[in-house]
């Protein structure tokens, strides 16, 4: 009986082992966006995450999410000074804001950039799109990232399964031009693009029924020897 006993707890040790140390893994989506402001916005559909692992004595447990978005907000600018006085600083300055949503995560990236006319501009010469008063700035963009993460069971849930999670984003953005009272501010091509990436953290773990197997073994072994 002594061994018996013996090898059912070094069975169920073994079983306990093998559910308390198994190495994590990662698996990632990342998809892109791009959509035309002011405002705009787009949904994007990942995949969740799925447990089976094709073997019924383990499955996938998934242990973090973590989303991350990075965008960049932009749009080609050009200005003009309307004022009779020079404006010796004549920049056009962008802000913008895209923010992610998905179930129950977020992350926000900011924008802010500014984009300065060398050496300014001068007074108004009464013709529009053209002469000293006026400045093409080019293509004017800014750019960031954010990211969120949890290891919460209801945010869990919520991205598994064997169906799609949305990730809704929406932004928005303006223009404005520093250096002059009244200027001429033209925009085109205002956007924002970027990607989204979704990363799954997980550990491959026996299933209940096969752990309880581990230590059956054990019982079938003892039991033999015994005989």
Partial sequence: MKTMMTSIAAGLVLASGAMATPSTDTQSDTQNFAFELSPGGTVLDFAQFD?????PNTFKQLQKVVITLNCSIGANVTAENDNIEPADFFAANLTGLVTLDMAGLGAN?????NSVAPGGVGGTDGVPGSGPDFFDFGFVSGSDNDMDMSSDVAVLAAFTGNGFVSATLAGSGGFAVSGASNATLVISNFGAEGTVTVEYFYKIIPTPGSAALIGLA???TAGRRRR
Avoid at 51 to 55: A, D, E, L, P, R
């Fill in 218 to 220: 054990g019982l079938v």
């Fill in 109 to 113: 990236a900011s924008v802010i950039e």
């Fill in 51 to 55: 447990t089976s692992t094709g073997n």
